[in-house]
């Protein structure tokens, strides 16, 4: 059975850092690319960060220079490193995986398997 499941998510003062972990099972993510995505409430799930097999990577513009993203093929995990967490990035942070294609993907109707989510909440 395809599955993704994060972790890491919590509780964090603004200025704070958290890093968000993603494990796959039932599949591996060699010939995937893998991104991270969020929803707040009220709003439309956006991008945040993907990562193709070859290590090519993509920032959205909203938290370039504050978060990265890598993966560990061996371990079939995906991370997000957040740092300077500000109160707008509280979401449900999802990540999820779109076959690879040689060009990352960078758009979330692409991503084909989904994580159930987890929460991250920045407040003082």
């Known amino acids: 059975q395809v599955q993704l499941v994060e972790s890491g998510g919590g509780l964090v003062q603004p200025g704070g850092s958290l890093r968000l972990s993603c494990v796959a099972s039932g599949f591996t993510l060699d010939n995937y690319d893998i991104g991270w995505f969020r929803q707040a409430p009220g709003k439309e799930r956006e991008g945040i960060s993907c990562?193709?097999?070859?290590?090519?990577?993509y920032l959205y513009d909203s938290v370039r220079g504050r978060f990265a993203i890598s993966r560990d093929n061996a371990k079939n995990q995906l991370y997000l490193q957040m740092n300077s967490l500000e109160s707008e990035d509280t979401a449900v942070y999802y990540c999820?995986?779109?076959?690879?294609?040689?060009?990352?993907?960078?758009?979330?109707?692409?991503?084909?398997?989904w994580g159930q989510g987890t929460q991250v909440t920045v407040t003082s």
């Open positions: 999820a995986a779109a076959p690879g294609t040689g060009v990352l993907a960078t758009q979330i109707r692409t991503y084909e398997y």
């Open positions: 990562i193709a097999n070859d290590g090519t990577t």
